[in-house]
């Protein structure tokens, strides 16, 4: 009987973690889509153009390492290499949907940009 609600748990953790990382994955998208607005609103109201490029070049970097490590993570669990690691995946899920739910209120609530460092760092 333990092996068949080891089996459920693991059944069920798959398609939680593949949900979780598409739902990150369309956010960062979607934060690359509205690069421009997520710039000025993290800006002071009289900014330079050296200051606006600073914050681009930061936020560019950190959004195309955010892709590179989602092609990895994603070629991995695909491929069957990760997908059914318990530890791996529960770890997978919590720093997924903690990015999600951080990333939607950088969104939503225009946080400074170098916080998305720091969400970057514990959720990646």
């Known amino acids: 009987m333990a092996i068949i609600g080891k089996m459920r748990v693991t059944q069920s953790l798959v398609p939680a973690r593949f949900l979780v990382l598409i739902a990150h994955l369309v956010i960062v998208i979607t934060m690359f889509w509205s690069l421009d607005l997520n710039l000025i609103s993290c800006l002071p109201p009289s900014y330079t153009t050296a200051q606006y490029n600073e914050k681009q070049t930061l936020l560019i970097i950190l959004l195309s390492i955010t892709l590179a490590m989602f092609l990895i993570e994603l070629c991995g669990f695909v491929s069957g ?44």
């Open 81 to 124: 290499f990760s997908m059914f690691n318990q530890s791996q995946s529960l770890l997978s899920i919590a720093a997924h949907a903690g990015a999600c739910v951080s990333l939607s209120f950088y969104l939503f609530d225009s946080w400074d940009c170098t916080l998305y460092a720091y969400i970057f760092g514990f959720c990646r």
